[in-house]
């Protein structure tokens, strides 16, 4: 079992940068798969990048692909997202995600264990 805590969250103008942290705690993380998801208010919740466990692997969504990077350092027990560009659009609690699978894909039912989420907001 892992525990995921994200930060790194917060209210930015359009164009800038955040960089999300996940923090695990429990079983080795090297162990999970991981996923930063996104939900807006009154959205279902989407998702918007995954990585392997060794880090070799990602995929992005198109909403956010060649403005975003996901990475881990398996070493701290902590994934990242980096966000760059920032758009409105982009505002959401971000939560980011664990799976024991070692194929994952982008399906929310995937991915075993959750995190609270961490507030972004994007002014225009």
């Known amino acids: 079992q892992v525990q995921l805590v994200e930060s790194g969250g917060g209210l930015v103008q359009a164009g800038g940068s955040l960089r999300l942290s996940c923090a695990a705690s429990g079983r080795t993380f090297s162990s999970y798969a991981m996923a930063w998801f996104r939900q807006a208010p009154g959205k279902e919740r989407e998702f918007v990048a995954r990585?392997?466990?060794?880090?070799?692997?990602?995929s992005y969504a198109d909403s956010v692909k060649g403005r975003s990077t996901i990475s881990r350092d398996n070493a701290k027990n902590t994934g990242y997202l980096q966000m760059n560009s920032l758009k409105p659009e982009d505002t959401a609690v971000y939560y980011c995600a664990a799976s024991v699978k070692t194929y994952v894909t982008r399906m929310s039912t995937e991915y075993d264990y959750w995190g609270q989420g961490t507030q972004v907001t994007v002014s225009a």
């Open positions: 990585i392997s466990r060794s880090g070799s692997s990602t």
